[in-house]
């Protein structure tokens, strides 16, 4: 996929999840998500893929200026590139394990973050899919999956204690009201767990508990039928 705004018009992205790389991105690397989740290949030929990527992506050459733009250095420049690049030839013969990159001429001759060392990206281009730790590697495994219990957890725990999947809970009608009925169920839930927090927290002299979401047994004699149990009658 290629931009086609600005000075980030030849720079490219992965089709899943959209980081700036190097307009030489091998196919193979560009779509090995889609093409672990249309089976074309296995998880450990993904997670290679994944791993061998990182060296085709732009890296940030300083951060962001007071307009959120960033500058964003070309994998083969700078005194440590992650590529070797014919175009660049100060990358070759720097580590022979580096990946060589295979340019493919075009018409218009090389993309200009080619010719360059680093272009300037405005925060209005490719935002919207940006994200700061590549995908698959393991920084983003480590957050994501953290972040992602922490909200499968709380949407569970707020459809069993506030029920905001049953609209019926919310008897009128429109987009709008219901929103604003489920921002007071989903700010209660919050207030409820917050609740919870502070009674398992250390108070006069007390030792600090963990909760529990165990229901606490009834006493078998205050429900059970008179005379049901061995030593009971309807009396007791």
């Not at 029920?163 to 009128?172: F, K, V």
């Not at 709008?176 to 006069?204: E, G, P, V, Y």
């Not at 606490?216 to 030593?231: A, I, M, V």
Request: hydrophobic residues 30%; positive net charge; glycine residues 6%.
């Amino acid at each position: 996929m290629r931009k086609e705004q600005h000075q980030a018009e030849h720079a490219r992205q992965s089709e899943e999840e959209r980081p700036w790389y190097c307009p030489n991105l091998p196919q193979a690397l560009t779509t090995a998500t889609a093409d672990l989740l249309t089976k074309k290949i296995d998880k450990h030929t993904w997670r290679a893929r994944v791993d061998a990527r990182a060296s085709y992506r732009l890296r940030p050459k300083a951060a962001p200026d007071h307009r959120g733009a960033r500058r964003m250095l070309c994998p083969a420049a700078g005194t440590h590139p992650t590529v070797a690049c014919p175009v660049k030839r100060r990358s070759l013969g720097r580590d022979p394990r580096l990946p060589l990159i295979d340019v493919t001429p075009t018409p218009a001759g090389h993309p200009e973050v080619c010719r360059r060392e680093s272009l300037t990206f405005t925060r209005d281009i490719g935002i919207r899919h940006w994200q700061e730790l590549d995908h698959g590697l393991a920084p983003w495994v480590h957050h994501y999956f953290r972040l992602r219990n922490r909200v499968e957890h709380f949407n569970g725990y707020a459809k069993d204690h506030e029920a905001i999947e049953r609209s019926r809970t919310r008897r009128i009608r429109g987009i709008a009201a219901q929103s604003l009925l489920l921002c007071f169920q989903i700010a209660h839930a919050n207030h409820r767990k917050l609740a919870s927090w502070l009674d398992t927290l250390q108070t006069d002299g007390l030792p600090a508990r963990r909760p529990s979401n165990r229901h606490k047994l009834k006493n078998p004699r205050d429900w059970t039928p008179g005379g049901y149990l061995s030593g009971t009658t309807s009396e007791n």
